[in-house]
C-alpha cells in the first residue's frame, strides 16, 4: 500500500464514521446562509424575501 493510498483510505473510514443525522448541518447551513443574506441584502439596500427573513430567525441546533 503506498502512502497515497493509506491516506486515502483513512479518508474513507472517516467519512464512514461520521455519518451525519438527516439534514442536521444542511440545516444549520441553510440558517447560517439566510443570516448573511439578510445582512447583505440591509448593508446593499436590497429588500429580504420574507421566506429569507423567517428561515434567519430560526434557532441553530446544537
Known amino acids: ?3 497515497q493510498d493509506s491516506q486515502t483510505s483513512k ?3 472517516s467519512a464512514e464514521s461520521h455519518e ?3 439534514g442536521s448541518s444542511d440545516r444549520r447551513v441553510q440558517i447560517a ?3 448573511l443574506r439578510v445582512v ?3 448593508r446593499l ?3 429580504t424575501p420574507e421566506w429569507v427573513k423567517r428561515l434567519a ?3 441553530l441546533a446544537s
Open 33 to 35: 446562509a439566510a443570516r
Open 11 to 13: 479518508h474513507d473510514d
Open 1 to 3: 500500500m503506498t502512502e
Open 45 to 47: 439596500k436590497r429588500e
Open 20 to 22: 451525519r443525522r438527516p
Open 57 to 59: 430567525e430560526q434557532k
Open 40 to 42: 447583505l441584502d440591509e
